[in-house]
T-cell receptor
């Protein structure tokens, strides 16, 4: 599986957009980018995934660069409840059950 | 509320005790997982069950024994654990094997004395 690199921590003011970057320069053509988050002492929560087109759902938007070597998760109006560790994971679709969680980005949303 | 429940939420046990963790999913999924999350460490996949059959054992010590009696229930039986086994144990499920959208339970916080 392609390796991902994320900054260890980021801060964001409440109400502003939170832009979380992820580098995956060794991504293969059949690999998707998945994002999960984990609020303190809870289980991880699936957010969004994409292959090469930008994706949006009720939680977030995912922007994938044209060369697919990096992506950005956007929380358009961050709230205090978005404070969590955000994980970027690269996996092939139908590639089995093994999600590998790295250390992620600790996002802190402040007043 | 993800549709995946875990009991108990907290457990303290001695090294000679035997206990079990329970996971139940109400989503009609066919794949279930156990993960371990130690302090300051990434999640580690322990076991995978697809259609009630174990398909992955990630080199987990035999003092952890999983059981999947049906597609909705998953157990983790614990015996003669060590203090370093203290961690958050998370259960997850997905619609089918190979589906990467996994739904996680709230976890069981285990402390081994």
């Amino acid at each position: 599986d392609a390796k991902t690199t994320q900054p260890p921590s980021m801060d964001c003011a409440e109400g502003r957009a939170a832009n979380l970057p992820c580098n995956h320069s060794t991504i293969s053509g059949n690999e998707y980018v998945y994002w999960y988050r984990q609020i303190h002492s809870q289980g991880p929560q699936y957010i969004i995934h994409g292959l090469k087109n930008n994706e949006t759902n009720e939680m977030a938007s995912l922007i994938i660069t044209e060369d697919r070597k990096s992506s950005t998760l956007i929380l358009p109006h961050a709230t205090l409840r978005d404070t969590a560790v955000y994980y970027c994971i690269v996996r092939p679709a139908g590639g089995g059950n093994k999600l590998t969680f790295g250390t992620g980005t600790q996002l802190k949303v402040e007043l | 509320e993800t549709g995946v429940t875990q009991t108990p939420r907290h457990l303290v046990m001695g090294m000679t005790n035997k206990k079990s963790l329970k996971c139940e999913q109400h989503l009609g999924h066919n794949a279930m997982y156990w993960y371990k999350q130690s302090a300051k460490k990434p999640l580690e996949l322990m076991f995978v069950y697809n259609f009630k059959e174990q398909t992955e054992n990630n080199s987990v010590p035999s003092r952890f024994s999983p059981e999947c009696p049906n597609s909705s229930h998953l157990f983790l039986h614990l015996h003669t654990l060590q203090p370093e086994d203290s961690a958050l144990y998370l259960c997850a499920s997905s619609q089918d094997p190979g589906v990467n959208e996994q739904f996680f339970g709230p976890g069981t916080r285990l402390t081994v004395l």
